[in-house]
């Protein structure tokens, strides 16, 4: 089992950057470094949305189409975390922002992870 907690969430203006981090406790926590993980964010009355993912190595990275080139998702395994830095932050960037793991391969889809935090919200006004 791999607990998951999400940091860094906040209330920012539009243009403005912030940078989340994801940090695994658990059990399982020594192949952590195995897992791929991402990020998901759920606005007000819509359905959670994917962000950013990464490969266990950090080799491999993707992007939903609403962040790239402004979201940049990050891995250290050393100390079990993962982080999403995001710039040029805009007020529909506003959601609970979630983390997700899993020992899949990395994915796109909700149901590719088998482990989720408790979000962390992000406000973003214009």
């Known amino acids: 089992q791999v607990q998951l907690v999400e940091s860094g969430g906040g209330s920012v203006q539009a243009g403005d950057s912030l940078s989340l981090s994801c940090a695994a406790s658990g059990r399982t926590l020594s192949t952590f470094s195995s897992y791929a993980a991402g990020w998901f964010r759920q606005a007000p009355g819509k359905e959670r949305e994917f962000v950013a993912s990464?490969?266990?190595?950090?080799?491999?990275?993707y992007y939903g189409d609403s962040v790239k080139g402004r979201f940049t998702i990050s891995r250290v395994n050393a100390k079990n975390a993962v982080y999403l830095q995001m710039n040029s932050l805009k007020p529909e960037d506003t959601a609970v922002y979630y983390c997700?793991?899993?020992?899949?391969?990395?994915?796109?889809?909700?149901?590719?992870?088998?482990?989720w935090g408790q979000g962390t919200q992000v406000t973003v006004s214009s």
């Open positions: 997700a793991a899993t020992p899949g391969g990395v994915g796109v889809k909700n149901y590719d992870y088998e482990y």
């Open positions: 990464i490969s266990w190595s950090g080799a491999s990275t």
